[in-house]
DNA sequence: AATAATTATGCAACAATTTGCAGCTTTTAA
DNA sequence: TTAAAAGCTGCAAATTGTTGCATAATTATT
């Protein structure tokens, strides 16, 4: 097997898995190790891989997990468009704090007249700054890390209100586990905030499907609205569908 | 799986979730803790998340709230500093809600243990990013031109508070006609925190001394510490000074 | 075609990296 | 304050890399 071939079939390996070890490239042509280092190297001096300790990964591979950020940035802005759509005015909203909340608080219309109810600093603040909105602030004791009001006081106002709209992100949303998150308190607050709400919409980046984390908020089936950054006729949606959640 | 595939997942799940536990990544990728806490480690030292204790949390899910310049920003730090240097661990503290309150958040020492209670927004957002304090936020409904909660029941529940210390940013204050406001909740508000707490700090610029507005928050009688950032020597302060009034 | 020059490959010894583990310290939460 | 969880440090084992060198393969030149 001449070079230049060799050096062929690894980009090629490379471009189908995304990352190649050395050791079993050196296996599946029968060259040394060494050999196949050297072409990694030269291979990596064009530019044409990622070297790195043990073999090597794809260039696309890598550059997809450094702009990862922007990438999610664009997909939680095509999120909030959608939410934003589904207000009206005069009615109660009611939503929670994640960094998708945010960017919708950041795009609602100037001349929207609505109320919105939350827990979260961070979303009264940015509700606050508009100018035609009222914003009710929900509960009392503030959990540092997620910065939002928790435990019972922010439970028992829950319960006596009755919003439109409920607007949550979400952590994790799978069709077996339903939504779970990683902090129980938490979890605690959106079970409430759900059936405090008329509907119930989640918002959420795809690739938050289909995982899920270790505590339980509730089931697929007390979803009314699932919002993706994806068309409404993704086949990745299709099973949420089926289960009678309208896809936006 | 090459250590740079490693990372590159726990880069995802970060940006995924906003927080990881160095536990559950142990587990699903089947390797050591200590690996994971090192690439963790490695991560954080190149700005891709921020670690810590037990994990590691994303790094755009922080600081919402810029830093704006505010009028006569100097002064008001020096204010700040004095009023920080009066907190003790353990205090409860009742805070307003105006700029200069703010910079006295962001000065607040780190290893400082305490509970601050307030109806701003913006204060109840630099009190959560502190490690060791505890935040309550008061109110429910929110004046937007002022972004504290205003209203009955943020009264009610200061009736039902006794806080060690409360500080009040003013907009005016005189001999004659003690503190005014130009707002009339917000002066319904000041009152009520004033009768919750033993003690009442009020800070101001030197440039409201002598000045007043039309709705009547207290006497100053009721004032026990004045910061400026005048030296408490100052002239000016005299008067506040033979009132009884403690100046710093 | 023969030979010299260049290039590629494999080997071996040594260097560097990575990883998990054990003992100990620090942090956290009750 | 205390017990559990997480972190740190040093270390050892395994893997991976590097370098120099000998040998084989390829190319160029006469």
Redesign the interface.
């Known amino acids: 097997m001449l070079k230049k071939e060799r050096q062929a079939f690894i980009l090629r390996q490379v471009s189908l898995h995304n990352?190649v070890?050395s050791a079993d490239l050196s296996n599946s042509i029968n060259v040394s190790e060494d050999t196949i280092r050297r072409d990694l190297n030269e291979l990596a001096d064009h530019g044409k891989l990622?070297k790195?300790?043990?073999?090597a990964?794809s260039k696309s591979?890598?550059s997809?997990?450094l702009r990862?950020?922007v990438y999610?940035?664009d997909s939680k802005k095509i999120i909030a468009e959608k939410a934003v759509s589904l207000i009206q005015d005069g009615m109660f909203v009611l939503t929670g704090g994640?960094?998708t909340v945010?960017e919708m608080a950041r795009m609602l219309p100037e001349n929207l007249k609505a109320t919105f109810l939350t827990g979260s600093?961070?979303a009264?603040?940015?509700?606050?700054q508009?100018?035609n909105?009222?914003?009710?602030?929900?509960?009392?004791?503030?959990a540092?890390?997620s910065?939002i009001?928790i435990g019972g006081e922010a439970i028992t106002?829950l319960k006596h209100i009755k919003a439109d709209l409920c607007f949550l992100g979400m952590?994790?949303l799978d069709m077996e586990h339903g939504i779970t998150d990683?902090d129980w308190d938490v979890a605690q607050l959106k079970k409430a905030m759900i059936e405090s709400s008329s509907k119930t919409i989640v918002m959420t980046?795809s690739?938050?499907l289909n995982?899920s984390?270790r505590i339980k908020v509730c089931n697929i089936d007390e979803i009314d609205i699932l919002i993706t950054e994806l068309a409404p006729t993704n086949i990745l949606l299709e099973p949420f569908r089926k289960n009678g959640i309208t896809i936006f």
């Open positions: 990352s070890l990622i790195v300790h043990g073999g990964l591979f890598n997809f997990y990862s950020d999610n940035a994640g960094t945010i600093i961070p009264a603040y940015e509700y606050a508009h100018p909105i009222d914003v009710i602030f929900i509960g009392d004791k503030i540092k890390k910065q009001a106002k952590n994790a990683n980046i690739e938050k995982s984390q």
